[in-house]
């Protein structure tokens, strides 16, 4: 792996550049703690941040992005900005009217990446296909337009993928998935690299017991580094761009030192394959309550 930095790049099937760390955004608060969360990790060195329209933020973290912008005098193109299509929002006319609010709420010209969240909502079920295919031309027309700069899914499954295939003139570039300790998904990842995809991780550290597994913990002893950072490395050696979320300065500092030491490939068998940690279930999206 030759990645060394937070400024490390993939690059996405259309040639853009994505860094290989993101920061993740799901479940810090809009107002203070966003904000503040989003401009220390700007200011730590992170480019790369992730919302959605669903964790009700992006009007903080795009002020944020815009108030380092306006103090570091970097370039827009130094950042990459994601934000992703919530489930009341499928189907052509509604995913066009949702880009648009996104853009207007972060106050920014273009998005770097724009995912489809949730391949099967609630309010769409029984005609899930349609909705998303509505969506995707949406999307298609931002890119052409120049609005997003990247188009991609987030948990969608094989089904899923090959679904949107048949209509979509683009391919989706990214698959953001849950991928953490006990929960690697190595086949849907596989798959959707196959499809050119890079994959991205969301809650690489989990929930649940990951900080009280003793394997874990005899990990953190091994490497001489926090359990978040074991999860973080352990992500990025899984091949997936890891999206870790703090609201603590200290922890977003530590999140991004994990660049000079590299697990061994048995440790990360044995992380992915850990069973008992209780973590939130990666939930299946055609039984989903939303
Ligand atoms: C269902 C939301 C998962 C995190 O983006």
Not at 106 to 134: Q, S, T, V
Not at 161 to 188: D, S
Request: net charge negative; aromatic share 10%.
């Amino acid at each position: 792996m030759e990645f060394n930095s937070l400024t490390s790049t993939y690059t996405l099937a259309n040639g853009n550049k994505i860094p290989c760390v993101g920061f993740g955004t799901w479940q810090s608060e809009d107002g203070d703690e966003a904000y503040n969360a989003v401009l220390s990790a700007l200011k730590n060195g992170y480019r790369h941040i992730d919302t959605a329209t669903a964790y009700e933020n992006e009007e903080s973290v795009g002020r944020a992005i815009n108030d380092f912008l306006r103090e570091s005098g970097l370039s827009r193109s130094e950042l990459f900005i994601t934000t992703k299509l919530w489930n009341a929002d499928h189907g052509y006319e509604a995913t066009k009217k949702a880009i648009d609010l996104s853009l207007k709420k972060m106050n920014l010209d273009y998005l770097d990446l724009y995912l489809i969240h949730w391949p099967n909502p609630l309010k769409f079920r029984d005609c899930w296909e349609e909705a998303n295919a509505g969506s995707w031309k949406a999307m298609e027309e931002a890119y052409d337009e120049g609005k997003l700069r990247a188009l991609g899914l987030s948990n969608f499954r094989q089904h899923h993928i090959e679904a949107l295939e048949k209509t979509a003139k683009i391919a989706p570039m990214v698959n953001q998935l849950m991928v953490c300790p006990g929960q690697a998904q190595r086949e849907l990842c596989e798959f959707s690299r196959k499809r050119g995809m890079i994959i991205e991780g969301y809650s690489p550290m989990g929930t649940g017991k990951i900080f009280s597994s003793e394997e874990m913990q005899a990990l953190s002893k091994k490497y001489g580094r926090t359990i978040a950072q074991i999860c973080i490395r352990w992500s990025l050696q899984e091949g997936a761009i890891p999206l870790p979320k703090s609201v603590h300065e200290e922890r977003i500092i530590e999140n991004a030192k994990v660049f000079d030491f590299e697990l061994e490939k048995s440790d990360c068998d044995l992380i992915a394959g850990l069973t008992g940690l209780e973590i939130r279930q990666n939930r299946n999206p055609d039984e989903a309550p939303f």
